[in-house]
C-alpha cells in the first residue's frame, strides 16, 4: 500500500463530506417533501465502477449504485463530461421504478474519474394508479410507471427536453417532480465540481492509489469483523401474510455460511420462489442489498462504537458474497415481472429473516425481526387541493415511523421506519405537510404496548391520525405482519403487527381488512395508522428493571405489561410518573414465576385504541370543511 | 398561378404516388396483423404545415398531419435533415396515444420542403390493461400508455437507442412494435428519397408554386361543390349510451352552417360537455375531423362519381370551419383528460350527427348514422401462445366488419368498419392471424337483416366468431348503440346495435351484457361479435324493388323483412336462388297498404328482422 494511514482517513472523509454536500443540496433545495425527508441517496463510484462513498445513504438505494454506473457505461460506451443519464430500470440495476437515479460522470484532464449517482423516490413516477408502490400489479405495463433505462437526460450540459416533456405528459404533480429533478442533477454537478478540485489537490494518480487502497482497507475491516463471528451455517426462513394473488403468502429462505478464517458470509437466496405475479418481487440490487445489509446490521452492532465499523461500500461486499438467481421473487426480476413495491415488504423479510436467524450463532449476535408492512402513515395520498384551485396532488407521507428490531445490545431504534431506510429516513414536519397538502394530522404518538419484549426490546411502533381537510383523499397503503408477526430471537417476544382504522364523521371506528388498501377518506373523517413494532432479543425477564421502569415513565409500555411481560412490579401511581418506583423483591418473585411459564407474546398489552379528542375540539367542523 | 393544370395534375398526382408507395411499403413490411389490416395513414405536409397528399389515408388518423408537422417545428426548432420525430402527444395534433406517428422532415439543398409522416396503430403502447383502447381510464396517468410529445427518434439517420430501449421495457410484443416501427420509418425514409426527386425533377422554386396553386385549387373545388348546396343552418344532437361513470351518457351537439355564397361550412362543436373522466375524450385533431368528415360524405357522395371529387387536404380544410373549444369532450382535452379512444366512440357519435344533420338541410345531403360500437370483432386480444413457449401476444383483431350508413344515392358501404377508417381499413386475413395467433376464427358472415331500412340501405353488421386455440385469451371492447341505435334520415329506419355474446363448450350462448368488456375466454369456448349496422336514407317502400330482391339473394334481407318491411313480395323457392322474382302486383298492393299504415314503428321494424341464429357447428368438431 503506497498511501499512508493518515492520508488514506483524511482522502476517505473529503470523499464522504462531498456526498454530504450532495445529500445536503437536496435536502435544501428539494421540491416533495417526500425527498425533504430524506427518501433519497447520494453515493460516489470509481471509474471502475465500485462504490466508495455513500454515507448517510439509504442501504436499500446505495447498493445498486455500482451496479448502475457499469450499466451507464455498458449502454453509453461514449460518455463523456457534460453527460447525465438518468435510470430507474429494475431490471439493470436500480431499486423500484419510483427511485429515478441521476449520474453524472466526472472527468479530470479527460479521464473518467468518478461517477456521481443521487438517486430518490419521486412523489409521483407515472403509475396506473396514485401511488408510486403498486403491490398488485401484474407486470411492468400494468405498473404503469416510466422506465428510464439508463437515458441521456444531458450532454454537453444541456438537458434533452423531449424526456423532461414526456415525463409532463405523464407523471402527476410535474412541477414536483420538475423541481426534485433540478434538485437532484444539482446534487450532482456539484459532486462534479467537488470531485475535480479533490483531483485537482491529490493528482490522478494518488486518487486512483487512493480508491485502491481505501477499498481494500474495508475489505479488510470487513474480514476482521467476520473472524470474530463463530463459524456456521444456517438456514433462514420467514413467511410473507397471504396477498392479492399470492393466497399462501410468499415463503422465504436464505442459507447463510460464516466462514471466520476465510473472513467471508456467503448468503444463497436462490432457493425462493420464481417471480410472482405482483408487485412484491425485489431487484438484483435490493434483493442483495437486503442481505448484504443484514450481514453489516450483524458486524456494525458492537454496542459501544460510535460509529459503524464497517462502512458500506463495495471494498466491503467483496467479503459478503449474496448469490441469486434470475426469475425469483428474490433475486433478479424477469420482464416484465413488476418490481414496483422492491424496496420494502418482501425485502424487509429478507433482511429481518437473515439477522435474526444469525442470533442463533450466539448471545451477542444478530437482532429480532423488524416491523413489516407499510401503514397508512407512509401511505400514498392523492386527491385535489381546493386552496389551489382543484390542482391535484400525490405524495407519500412520512407521518411516522415504525418500530425497529431489538439487537443483542439495544433496543430497538424508534424511528426505523423500514429495513431500508434503516432509520436514516426523517419523520416529516407535520407544519410543512400541512401547509403543502390539504390535509390534518392530527396524531403522531407512541403506539403504547406494541413493542416485542425482551432483554433488549423491540422498539414500539407509533400511531398517527389523519385527514383531509377539504374535499376527500385517497390513500394507498398495504399491510404486512399481520398474520406473520415479527418474533423475537433468543427467547424474545413478538410484537403487534400493523393495523389501519377509519374513523367515520360520527365517530365510529372501522378496522380495514384488506392487506393492499385503496382507501378513500372523506372529509370529517380521518384514517388510524398503528404501525407495527419490532419484536425483543432475549428472555424479558432478563431486562432490567429500571429500564421496564422508564419504559412506563415515557409511556412506551403500561403498568400492566411491565407486570405481566416482563415480571416487573412497580408501586406508585400510573398516572404520576414521579411517584414510581420497582418493587424490588415482588419483581424477584414474580420474575421466578414466569422464568417458569414464560408469558404469552401479548401478555398484559393494554389494547385500547388511541383516544378520539380531536372530533371535540372547537372549530373541528370548519378546520375539516364539514357541512360546508 | 403560373403553373398550368396539366403540370399541376402531373404534379399532385406524382406527390400522390409517393404517399401510396409509402402506403405499400407499410403494408408489405409490416410486423403487425393490425398494420397489415391499413390501421395505419401515410401523408405529406408542406414545408408550412399544410397537408398536401394523403390518398388512401384513415380520415381520423391524417386531420392532425398539419397539427402535427407544426408541432414538431413548434417542439423542435432545430429539425434538420437525418431528423425523425415521434409522436403520440393527444394533447398536440395527434389522435390517441395508441397512434405513433412517425414524422420526418425532407430537405433539399439544405431547405426544408416537406415534411413526411407515417402514423400506425401499435399493437401495444404500453397502456395499463392489455389494450390499445382504455375507455374506463380515468385519467392519461391511469390509461398508462407511454406519451411521446414530439420527441427525436433519429438524429443524422441514427436510431436514438434511448427511446427505442424504453419502449422495449413498457410496450407489450416489444418485437411487434420494433418491425412496424421500422416499417413506418423506412416509409418516412423512401418518401424522403421520392420527395428529393420529385425537387430534382421540377425544381425547389416550382414544387413551392405547386404547393401554393395546388391548395388553392382544392379550396376552389371545395368552394365549388359547397356553392352547389342549399343554404342553412341546423342543430343536430345524437346521445352516447349511458356509459361506466357517465351514468346518462353523453348529450352532443353540433350546429351546421352552410353558406353556398361564401362557399363555407362551419361546424360548430363548442356546446358540448366537459372532458369526462373517462377515455372517450376526443382530441382537436378528432373533433375537428369528425365534422370535417361527415361534410366530405356530403361534398363527395355523388353516385356517378369515379373518384372522390374533393380531395382530403389543407386546401379543402380552408373552407370547413371547425369550432372546438378547450377542456371539451368533443374539442381540445385538458391534461390529464385520457384521449384514448379518441378514434371511436364519440368520433363515431359526431361523423354521425353532423353527417345525419346535412340530411336535415337537404334532400341528397348527408348520410344516415353509420354503426357505433367497437364490438368484439375489432377488440384487443392478449394471452399465451403455447406454440412459442408461452410467450405473451397482443393484437387488434379486424377480423370482420360493421355497416356504413345509407347514403343519398348509395347503399352502406359494407366494409366500412367504423368512422375514422370509413371503409379503408382492411379486414384481416383469417389464414395470417390464426398463424400468427393462436386462435380461431370460425366465422365471418354478413349479419342478416340488422340493417337499417330505406330507399337506400345502410350496410348490414356481421357476425365473427372466434376462440382460444390453446390457453385462454382477454378480449376488450366497448359497446356503443345499443340503447340510443344508429338512426336513419330523411324517412329511413334505424340498423340493430352491436351485440357480444359467449358460447360455452357444450354450444350455449350467453349473452354479455357489459359496455366495456374485458372478458377471458378458455380454450374451447368463443366468442360472438354482432356488430352493428349502418342507417337506411328516406322511405324503405320507394326501395327499388329489384334492389330489395339481391339483398334477398344475397342473403342480407330475409324474405319476410322484404314483405314487411320493404313491401316487396318475393317468389319462387328460398331455397334456390335462381328461382326467385318480384310479384309487381303483389308488391304493388302491399306498399299501398304499408304506405296508408303510415311510418313503420321501431317494434315493427324489429319484429320484421328474421330471429338469430345461433350456429354451433364449430363445437361439434
Same mark, same amino acid.
Request: charged content about 20%.
Given at each position: 500500500?503506497?498511501?499512508?494511514?493518515?492520508?488514506?482517513?483524511?482522502?476517505?472523509?473529503?470523499?464522504?463530506?462531498?456526498?454530504?454536500?450532495?445529500?445536503?443540496?437536496?435536502?435544501?433545495?428539494?421540491?416533495?417533501?417526500?425527498?425533504?425527508?430524506?427518501?433519497?441517496?447520494?453515493?460516489?463510484?470509481?471509474?471502475?465502477?465500485?462504490?466508495?462513498?455513500?454515507?448517510?445513504?439509504?442501504?436499500?438505494?446505495?447498493?445498486?449504485?455500482?451496479?448502475?454506473?457499469?450499466?451507464?457505461?455498458?449502454?453509453?460506451?461514449?460518455?463523456?463530461?457534460?453527460?447525465?443519464?438518468?435510470?430507474?430500470?429494475?431490471?439493470?440495476?436500480?431499486?423500484?421504478?419510483?427511485?429515478?437515479?441521476?449520474?453524472?460522470?466526472?472527468?479530470?484532464?479527460?479521464?473518467?474519474?468518478?461517477?456521481?449517482?443521487?438517486?430518490?423516490?419521486?412523489?409521483?413516477?407515472?403509475?396506473?394508479?396514485?401511488?408510486?408502490?403498486?403491490?398488485?400489479?401484474?407486470?411492468?405495463?400494468?405498473?404503469?410507471?416510466?422506465?428510464?433505462?439508463?437515458?441521456?437526460?444531458?450532454?454537453?450540459?444541456?438537458?434533452?427536453?423531449?424526456?423532461?416533456?414526456?415525463?409532463?405528459?405523464?407523471?402527476?404533480?410535474?412541477?414536483?417532480?420538475?423541481?426534485?429533478?433540478?434538485?437532484?442533477?444539482?446534487?450532482?454537478?456539484?459532486?462534479?465540481?467537488?470531485?475535480?478540485?479533490?483531483?485537482?489537490?491529490?493528482?490522478?494518480?494518488?486518487?486512483?492509489?487512493?480508491?485502491?487502497?481505501?477499498?481494500?482497507?474495508?475489505?479488510?475491516?470487513?474480514?476482521?469483523?467476520?473472524?470474530? @463471528?463463530?463459524?456456521?451455517?444456517?438456514?433462514a426462513?420467514t413467511?410473507?401474510?397471504?396477498?392479492?394473488?399470492?393466497?399462501?403468502?410468499?415463503?422465504?429462505?436464505?442459507?447463510?455460511?460464516?466462514?471466520?478464517?476465510?473472513?467471508?458470509?456467503?448468503?444463497?437466496?436462490?432457493?425462493?420462489?420464481?417471480?410472482?405475479?405482483?408487485?412484491?418481487?425485489?431487484?438484483?440490487?435490493?434483493?442483495? !442489498?437486503?442481505?448484504?445489509t443484514a450481514?453489516l446490521m450483524v458486524l456494525c452492532s458492537d454496542p459501544k462504537a460510535?460509529?459503524p465499523?464497517?462502512?458500506?461500500?463495495?471494498?466491503?461486499?467483496?467479503?459478503?458474497?449474496?448469490?441469486?438467481?434470475?426469475?425469483?421473487?428474490?433475486?433478479?426480476?424477469?420482464?416484465?415481472?413488476?418490481?414496483?413495491?422492491?424496496?420494502n415488504?418482501?425485502?424487509d423479510r429478507?433482511a429481518g429473516m437473515i439477522f435474526s436467524a444469525m442470533a442463533s450463532l450466539g448471545d451477542g449476535i444478530g437482532a429480532a425481526m423488524p416491523c413489516f408492512g407499510q401503514p397508512?402513515y407512509t401511505?400514498?395520498?392523492?386527491?385535489? *387541493?381546493?386552496?389551489?384551485?382543484?390542482?391535484?396532488?400525490?405524495?407519500?407521507?412520512?407521518?411516522g415511523t415504525s418500530g425497529g428490531p431489538a439487537t443483542a445490545h439495544n433496543d430497538g431504534w424508534m424511528v426505523f421506519t423500514n429495513t431500508a431506510g434503516a432509520g436514516l429516513e426523517?419523520v416529516?414536519?407535520?407544519?410543512?405537510?400541512?401547509?403543502?397538502?390539504?390535509?390534518?394530522?392530527?396524531e403522531k404518538v407512541v403506539r403504547l404496548d406494541s413493542e416485542g419484549a425482551g432483554r433488549t426490546r423491540g422498539s414500539p411502533g407509533n400511531v398517527a391520525?389523519?385527514?383531509?381537510?377539504?374535499?376527500?383523499?385517497?390513500?394507498?397503503?398495504?399491510i404486512d405482519g399481520d398474520v406473520n408477526r415479527s418474533y423475537g430471537v433468543r427467547s424474545g417476544q413478538c410484537s403487534q403487527g400493523p393495523e389501519?382504522?377509519?374513523?367515520?364523521?360520527?365517530?365510529?371506528?372501522?378496522?380495514?381488512?384488506?392487506?393492499?388498501?385503496?382507501?378513500?377518506?372523506?372529509?370529517?373523517?380521518?384514517?388510524?395508522s398503528l404501525s407495527g413494532a419490532g419484536a425483543g432479543y432475549g428472555a424479558p425477564v432478563e431486562r432490567d428493571p429500571r429500564a421496564v421502569l422508564y419504559d412506563v415513565i415515557d409511556g412506551f409500555i403500561s403498568v400492566g405489561r411491565a407486570r405481566d411481560a416482563y415480571g416487573v412490579v412497580l408501586t406508585g401511581?400510573e398516572e404520576?410518573w414521579e411517584?414510581l418506583a420497582v418493587d424490588a423483591?415482588a419483581t424477584a418473585v414474580l420474575r421466578a414465576q414466569l422464568r417458569c411459564a414464560p408469558p404469552d407474546d401479548d401478555a398484559g398489552r393494554a389494547g385500547e385504541l388511541p383516544?378520539?379528542?380531536?372530533?371535540?375540539?372547537?372549530?373541528?367542523?370548519?378546520?375539516?370543511?364539514?357541512?360546508? | 398561378?403560373?403553373?398550368?393544370?396539366?403540370?399541376?395534375?402531373?404534379?399532385?398526382?406524382?406527390?400522390?404516388?409517393?404517399?401510396?408507395?409509402?402506403?405499400?411499403?407499410?403494408?408489405?413490411?409490416?410486423?403487425?396483423?393490425?398494420?397489415?389490416?391499413?390501421?395505419?395513414?401515410?401523408?405529406?405536409?408542406?414545408?408550412?404545415?399544410?397537408?398536401?397528399?394523403?390518398?388512401?389515408?384513415?380520415?381520423?388518423?391524417?386531420?392532425?398531419?398539419?397539427?402535427?408537422?407544426?408541432?414538431?417545428?413548434?417542439?423542435?426548432?432545430?429539425?434538420?435533415?437525418?431528423?425523425?420525430?415521434?409522436?403520440?402527444?393527444?394533447?398536440?395534433? !395527434?389522435?390517441?396515444?395508441?397512434?405513433?406517428?412517425?414524422?420526418?422532415?425532407?430537405?433539399?439543398?439544405?431547405?426544408?420542403?416537406?415534411?413526411?409522416?407515417?402514423?400506425?396503430?401499435?399493437?401495444?403502447?404500453?397502456?395499463?390493461?392489455?389494450?390499445?383502447?382504455?375507455?374506463?381510464?380515468?385519467?392519461?396517468?391511469?390509461?398508462?400508455?407511454?406519451?411521446?410529445?414530439?420527441?427525436?427518434?433519429?438524429?443524422?439517420?441514427?436510431?436514438?437507442?434511448?427511446?427505442?430501449?424504453?419502449?422495449?421495457?413498457?410496450?407489450?410484443?416489444?418485437?411487434?412494435?420494433?418491425?412496424?416501427?421500422?416499417?413506418?420509418?423506412?416509409?418516412?425514409?423512401?418518401?424522403?428519397?421520392?420527395?428529393?426527386?420529385?425537387?430534382?425533377?421540377?425544381?425547389?422554386?416550382?414544387?413551392?408554386?405547386?404547393?401554393?396553386?395546388?391548395? #388553392?385549387?382544392?379550396?376552389?373545388?371545395?368552394?365549388?361543390?359547397?356553392?352547389?348546396?342549399?343554404?342553412?343552418?341546423?342543430?343536430?344532437?345524437?346521445? @352516447?349510451?349511458?356509459?361506466?361513470?357517465?351514468?346518462?351518457?353523453?348529450?352532443?351537439?353540433?350546429?351546421?352552417?352552410?353558406?353556398?355564397?361564401?362557399?363555407?361550412?362551419?361546424?360548430?362543436?363548442? *356546446?358540448?360537455? *366537459?372532458?369526462?373522466?373517462?377515455?372517450?375524450?376526443?382530441?382537436?385533431?378528432?373533433?375537428?375531423?369528425?365534422?370535417?368528415?361527415?361534410?366530405?360524405?356530403?361534398?363527395?357522395?355523388?353516385? !356517378?362519381?369515379?373518384?372522390?371529387?374533393?380531395?382530403?387536404?389543407?386546401?379543402?380544410?380552408?373552407?370547413?370551419?371547425?369550432?372546438?373549444?378547450?377542456?371539451?369532450?368533443?374539442?381540445?382535452?385538458?391534461?390529464?383528460?385520457?384521449?384514448?379512444?379518441?378514434?371511436?366512440?364519440?368520433?363515431?357519435?359526431?361523423?354521425?350527427?353532423?353527417?345525419?344533420?346535412?340530411?336535415?338541410?337537404?334532400?341528397?345531403?348527408?348520410?344516415?348514422?353509420?354503426?357505433?360500437?367497437?364490438?368484439?370483432?375489432?377488440?384487443?386480444?392478449?394471452?399465451?401462445?403455447?406454440?412459442?413457449?408461452?410467450?405473451?401476444?397482443?393484437?387488434?383483431?379486424?377480423?370482420?366488419?360493421?355497416?356504413?350508413?345509407?347514403?343519398?344515392?348509395?347503399?352502406?358501404?359494407?366494409?366500412?368498419?367504423?368512422?375514422?377508417?370509413?371503409?379503408?381499413?382492411?379486414?384481416?386475413?383469417?389464414?395470417?392471424?390464426?398463424?400468427?395467433?393462436?386462435?380461431?376464427?370460425?366465422?365471418?358472415?354478413?349479419?342478416?337483416?340488422?340493417?337499417?331500412?330505406?330507399?337506400?340501405?345502410?350496410?348490414?353488421?356481421?357476425?365473427?366468431?372466434?376462440?382460444?386455440?390453446?390457453?385462454?385469451?382477454?378480449?376488450?371492447?366497448?359497446?356503443?348503440?345499443?340503447?340510443?341505435?344508429?338512426?336513419?334520415?330523411?324517412?329511413?329506419?334505424?340498423?340493430?346495435?352491436?351485440?357480444?355474446?359467449?358460447?360455452?363448450?357444450?354450444?350455449?350462448?350467453?349473452?354479455?351484457?357489459?359496455?366495456?368488456?374485458?372478458?377471458?375466454?378458455?380454450?374451447?369456448?368463443?366468442?360472438?361479435?354482432?356488430?352493428?349496422?349502418?342507417?337506411?336514407?328516406?322511405?324503405?317502400?320507394?326501395?327499388?324493388?329489384?334492389?330489395?330482391?339481391?339483398?334477398?339473394?344475397?342473403?342480407?334481407?330475409?324474405?319476410?323483412?322484404?314483405?314487411?318491411?320493404?313491401?316487396?313480395?318475393?317468389?319462387?323457392?328460398?331455397?334456390?336462388?335462381?328461382?326467385?322474382?318480384?310479384?309487381?302486383?303483389?308488391?304493388?298492393?302491399?306498399?299501398?297498404?304499408?304506405?296508408?299504415?303510415?311510418?313503420?314503428?321501431?317494434?315493427?321494424?324489429?319484429?320484421?328482422?328474421?330471429?338469430?341464429?345461433?350456429? #354451433?357447428?364449430?363445437?361439434?368438431?
Amino acid at each position: 500500500v503506497a498511501l499512508d494511514g493518515v492520508t488514506l482517513g483524511v482522502m476517505a472523509n473529503r470523499l464522504d463530506s462531498i456526498t454530504r454536500e450532495m445529500t445536503n443540496t437536496m435536502v435544501r433545495t428539494a421540491r416533495s417533501t417526500t425527498m425533504a425527508a430524506k427518501d433519497f441517496s447520494t453515493s460516489i463510484v470509481s471509474s471502475e465502477h465500485e462504490m466508495i462513498s455513500c454515507p448517510e445513504g439509504i442501504p436499500v438505494h446505495v447498493y445498486g449504485s455500482a451496479l448502475i454506473a457499469e450499466a451507464m457505461a455498458e449502454i453509453h460506451p461514449r460518455f463523456e463530461q457534460g453527460d447525465a443519464f438518468m435510470t430507474n430500470d429494475p431490471y439493470r440495476g436500480n431499486s423500484h421504478a419510483a427511485d429515478q437515479t441521476i449520474l453524472v460522470p466526472v472527468f479530470y484532464g479527460g479521464e473518467h474519474m468518478f461517477t456521481a449517482v443521487a438517486k430518490a423516490h419521486q412523489a409521483d413516477i407515472g403509475n396506473a394508479k396514485p401511488t408510486t408502490y403498486s403491490p398488485t400489479a401484474l407486470d411492468v405495463y400494468n405498473e404503469g410507471a416510466l422506465i428510464f433505462p439508463m437515458v441521456q437526460i444531458q450532454r454537453a450540459y444541456q438537458d434533452n427536453t423531449d424526456i423532461i416533456r414526456m415525463c409532463e405528459r405523464r407523471i402527476r404533480a410535474f412541477d414536483t417532480w420538475y423541481g426534485d429533478y433540478l434538485a437532484t442533477l444539482g446534487a450532482a454537478r456539484l459532486a462534479e465540481r467537488r470531485l475535480k478540485e479533490f483531483c485537482t489537490t491529490y493528482g490522478v494518480e494518488t486518487v486512483r492509489e487512493f480508491v485502491s487502497d481505501w477499498l481494500d482497507y474495508c475489505e479488510q475491516m470487513a474480514a476482521d469483523a467476520i473472524s470474530k @463471528l463463530p463459524a456456521g451455517r444456517v438456514v433462514a426462513r420467514t413467511a410473507l401474510d397471504p396477498f392479492p394473488r399470492l393466497p399462501d403468502g410468499i415463503p422465504l429462505q436464505a442459507t447463510i455460511d460464516v466462514d471466520p478464517e476465510a473472513g467471508t458470509v456467503v448468503v444463497d437466496l436462490r432457493d425462493n420462489p420464481d417471480c410472482t405475479p405482483t408487485g412484491l418481487n425485489l431487484t438484483e440490487s435490493t434483493s442483495k !442489498n437486503a442481505a448484504t445489509t443484514a450481514v453489516l446490521m450483524v458486524l456494525c452492532s458492537d454496542p459501544k462504537a460510535k460509529h459503524p465499523l464497517v462502512p458500506n461500500n463495495s471494498g466491503t461486499y467483496r467479503r459478503i458474497r449474496v448469490l441469486v438467481r434470475e426469475n425469483c421473487v428474490v433475486g433478479i426480476p424477469r420482464h416484465p415481472a413488476s418490481a414496483s413495491v422492491a424496496t420494502n415488504t418482501v425485502s424487509d423479510r429478507v433482511a429481518g429473516m437473515i439477522f435474526s436467524a444469525m442470533a442463533s450463532l450466539g448471545d451477542g449476535i444478530g437482532a429480532a425481526m423488524p416491523c413489516f408492512g407499510q401503514p397508512p402513515y407512509t401511505g400514498v395520498i392523492s386527491g385535489r *387541493d381546493a386552496r389551489r384551485d382543484g390542482r391535484p396532488y400525490v405524495v407519500q407521507l412520512f407521518s411516522g415511523t415504525s418500530g425497529g428490531p431489538a439487537t443483542a445490545h439495544n433496543d430497538g431504534w424508534m424511528v426505523f421506519t423500514n429495513t431500508a431506510g434503516a432509520g436514516l429516513e426523517y419523520v416529516e414536519s407535520t407544519e410543512v405537510v400541512e401547509q403543502k397538502y390539504p390535509i390534518v394530522i392530527w396524531e403522531k404518538v407512541v403506539r403504547l404496548d406494541s413493542e416485542g419484549a425482551g432483554r433488549t426490546r423491540g422498539s414500539p411502533g407509533n400511531v398517527a391520525i389523519y385527514g383531509p381537510r377539504f374535499d376527500e383523499l385517497e390513500c394507498q397503503y398495504f399491510i404486512d405482519g399481520d398474520v406473520n408477526r415479527s418474533y423475537g430471537v433468543r427467547s424474545g417476544q413478538c410484537s403487534q403487527g400493523p393495523e389501519a382504522w377509519l374513523v367515520q364523521r360520527d365517530g365510529r371506528w372501522t378496522k380495514r381488512t384488506e392487506t393492499v388498501g385503496e382507501v378513500k377518506v372523506e372529509p370529517g373523517e380521518a384514517i388510524v395508522s398503528l404501525s407495527g413494532a419490532g419484536a425483543g432479543y432475549g428472555a424479558p425477564v432478563e431486562r432490567d428493571p429500571r429500564a421496564v421502569l422508564y419504559d412506563v415513565i415515557d409511556g412506551f409500555i403500561s403498568v400492566g405489561r411491565a407486570r405481566d411481560a416482563y415480571g416487573v412490579v412497580l408501586t406508585g401511581e400510573e398516572e404520576r410518573w414521579e411517584t414510581l418506583a420497582v418493587d424490588a423483591n415482588a419483581t424477584a418473585v414474580l420474575r421466578a414465576q414466569l422464568r417458569c411459564a414464560p408469558p404469552d407474546d401479548d401478555a398484559g398489552r393494554a389494547g385500547e385504541l388511541p383516544e378520539n379528542w380531536w372530533m371535540s375540539t372547537p372549530g373541528w367542523e370548519r378546520m375539516v370543511a364539514v357541512g360546508s | 398561378v403560373s403553373i398550368d393544370p396539366v403540370t399541376l395534375g402531373v404534379m399532385a398526382s406524382r406527390l400522390d404516388s409517393v404517399t401510396r408507395e409509402m402506403t405499400n411499403v407499410m403494408v408489405r413490411t409490416a410486423r403487425s396483423t393490425t398494420m397489415a389490416s391499413k390501421d395505419f395513414s401515410c401523408s405529406i405536409a408542406s414545408a408550412e404545415h399544410d397537408m398536401v397528399s394523403c390518398p388512401e389515408g384513415n380520415p381520423v388518423h391524417v386531420y392532425g398531419t398539419a397539427l402535427l408537422a407544426a408541432a414538431m417545428a413548434d417542439a423542435h426548432p432545430d429539425f434538420r435533415q437525418g431528423d425523425c420525430f415521434l409522436s403520440n402527444d393527444p394533447y398536440v395534433g !395527434n389522435s390517441h396515444a395508441a397512434d405513433h406517428t412517425f414524422i420526418v422532415p425532407v430537405f433539399f439543398e439544405g431547405e426544408h420542403v416537406f415534411t413526411a409522416l407515417a402514423k400506425a396503430h401499435q399493437a401495444d403502447c404500453g397502456n395499463a390493461l392489455p389494450t390499445t383502447y382504455m375507455p374506463t381510464a380515468l385519467d392519461v396517468y391511469n390509461e398508462g400508455a407511454l406519451i411521446f410529445p414530439m420527441v427525436r427518434i433519429q438524429r443524422d439517420y441514427e436510431h436514438l437507442t434511448d427511446i427505442v430501449r424504453m419502449c422495449e421495457r413498457r410496450i407489450r410484443a416489444f418485437d411487434t412494435w420494433y418491425g412496424d416501427y421500422l416499417a413506418s420509418l423506412g416509409a418516412c425514409r423512401l418518401a424522403e428519397r421520392r420527395l428529393q426527386e420529385l425537387c430534382a425533377a421540377f425544381g425547389v422554386e416550382q414544387v413551392r408554386e405547386f404547393i401554393v396553386a395546388w391548395l #388553392d385549387y382544392c379550396e376552389q373545388m371545395t368552394a365549388d361543390a359547397i356553392a352547389k348546396l342549399p343554404a342553412g343552418r341546423v342543430v343536430s344532437e345524437t346521445h @352516447l349510451d349511458p356509459f361506466p361513470r357517465l351514468p346518462d351518457g353523453l348529450a352532443l351537439k353540433a350546429t351546421i352552417d352552410v353558406d353556398p355564397a361564401a362557399g363555407t361550412i362551419v361546424v360548430d362543436l363548442r *356546446d358540448n360537455p *366537459d372532458c369526462v373522466p373517462v377515455g372517450l375524450n376526443l382530441t382537436e385533431s378528432t373533433a375537428k375531423n369528425a365534422a370535417t368528415s361527415a361534410v366530405l360524405y356530403t361534398l363527395n357522395g355523388k353516385a !356517378n362519381a369515379r373518384r372522390v371529387l374533393v380531395p382530403n387536404n389543407s386546401g379543402t380544410h380552408r373552407r370547413i370551419q371547425v369550432l372546438v373549444r378547450e377542456n371539451c369532450v368533443v374539442g381540445k382535452p385538458r391534461h390529464p383528460a385520457s384521449a384514448s379512444c379518441a378514434t371511436t366512440t364519440v368520433q363515431d357519435r359526431v361523423v354521425g350527427m353532423v353527417t345525419a344533420g346535412m340530411a336535415m338541410i337537404g334532400e341528397g345531403m348527408g348520410t344516415a348514422e353509420p354503426t357505433y360500437g367497437s364490438s368484439p370483432v375489432q377488440g384487443v386480444v392478449s394471452g399465451r401462445d403455447a406454440r412459442r413457449a408461452g410467450a405473451p401476444y397482443i393484437f387488434q383483431i379486424f377480423s370482420g366488419t360493421a355497416g356504413g350508413p345509407a347514403t343519398p344515392e348509395n347503399d352502406g358501404w359494407l366494409t366500412y368498419q367504423i368512422t375514422g377508417s370509413s371503409g379503408v381499413g382492411y379486414v384481416d386475413s383469417t389464414e395470417i392471424c390464426e398463424q400468427k395467433y393462436p386462435l380461431v376464427v370460425w366465422e365471418k358472415v354478413v349479419r342478416r337483416d340488422s340493417e337499417g331500412a330505406g330507399r337506400t340501405r345502410g350496410a348490414p353488421g356481421n357476425v365473427s366468431v372466434f376462440g382460444p386455440l390453446f390457453d385462454p385469451f382477454d378480449c376488450h371492447y366497448f359497446m356503443d348503440g345499443v340503447i340510443n341505435r344508429p338512426t336513419g334520415v330523411r324517412g329511413g329506419a334505424p340498423s340493430l346495435g352491436p351485440e357480444a355474446w359467449w358460447v360455452g363448450r357444450d354450444g350455449g350462448w350467453e349473452q354479455y351484457h357489459h359496455v366495456v368488456g374485458e372478458v377471458v375466454l378458455d380454450a374451447d369456448e368463443s366468442i360472438v361479435s354482432l356488430s352493428a349496422g349502418g342507417g337506411g336514407y328516406g322511405p324503405a317502400l320507394d326501395r327499388d324493388p329489384a334492389a330489395v330482391l339481391i339483398d334477398v339473394i344475397d342473403d342480407y334481407v330475409s324474405l319476410d323483412r322484404a314483405e314487411g318491411v320493404y313491401g316487396v313480395v318475393i317468389q319462387g323457392d328460398p331455397e334456390r336462388w335462381e328461382t326467385l322474382a318480384v310479384d309487381q302486383a303483389a308488391t304493388a298492393e302491399r306498399r299501398r297498404e304499408l304506405a296508408l299504415a303510415g311510418p313503420l314503428a321501431l317494434a315493427a321494424d324489429d319484429q320484421a328482422r328474421a330471429a338469430r341464429e345461433e350456429p #354451433d357447428w364449430w363445437v361439434a368438431r
